[in-house]
């Protein structure tokens, strides 16, 4: 069965304290794994697309990182501003699907 | 582009009565989805269309739930007759060609 698990499922940092989010997914034939972030009231905003084990994305002080089993989302030096939920996706490896399979979320505080 | 569109972003309604909520994809994407979020369950794919065909409503919860998508700008999901255990918010999301999905800001549907 198609599952995406995230961990931890939150996770407190102070300011400036680097940490990491962790993705594993068991998803036939993955065709991308997707971070999203998505702040309270609104509506899952796309982050990152990474298609294949070894690439890595960058946004400010996120990257993404992909292996064969997992992702992690890096924050580097955060900030109260990065205080959000972050979802993590696979899409699915049969052709014509367009499902995505998202994993529950890690929400992250960010103190000052 | 404006991004997706959802209405109305509220909604509160009585046990028994009809809902309708209404969406706008992005222009140009050929993928369309239907999502509920609770905390209890987290991010659930209720129905996906493709070229405005519907291709799996496996997660749609009962018969009481139905969603069509006349032409590609719109696409309505309506809950008939809604009950509490509907309370939830729902999110329309299209997609992109590289398998991203954007979201629209949701309708907080209440039941009472």
């Known amino acids: 069965e198609d599952q995406v698990t995230q961990s931890p499922e939150a996770l407190r940092l102070q300011e400036g304290e680097s940490s990491s989010l962790n993705c594993s997914y068991t998803v036939s034939g993955l065709r991308g794994l997707f971070w999203y972030r998505q702040d309270p009231g609104k509506g899952p905003e796309f982050l990152f697309t990474l298609y294949s084990a070894g690439e890595e994305k960058e946004k400010e002080r996120l990257k993404a990182t992909l292996t064969k089993k997992e992702s992690f989302l890096h924050i580097t030096a955060p900030k109260p501003e990065d205080s959000a939920t972050y979802l993590c996706?696979?899409?699915?490896?049969?052709?014509?699907?367009?499902?995505?399979?998202f994993g529950q979320g890690t929400t992250l505080q960010v103190k000052p | 582009d404006a991004g997706v569109i959802q209405s109305p972003r509220h909604e509160v309604t009585e046990m028994g009565q009809e809902v309708t909520l209404r969406c706008k994809p992005i222009?140009?994407?050929?993928?369309l989805f239907w999502y509920r979020q609770t905390m209890m369950r987290g991010l659930e794919l209720l129905i996906y269309f493709n070229n405005n065909v519907p291709i799996d409503d496996s997660g749609m919860p009962e018969d009481r739930f139905s969603a069509k998508m006349p032409n590609a700008s719109f696409s309505t999901l309506k809950i008939q007759p809604s009950e509490p255990r509907d309370s939830a918010v729902y999110f329309c999301?299209?997609?992109?060609?590289?398998?991203?999905?954007?979201f629209g800001p949701g309708t907080r549907l209440t039941v009472t």
């Open positions: 999301a299209s997609r992109a060609r590289g398998g991203e999905q954007y």
């Open positions: 222009s140009g994407h050929d993928y």
């Open positions: 996706a696979g899409l699915h490896g049969s052709s014509n699907t367009g499902k995505l399979i």
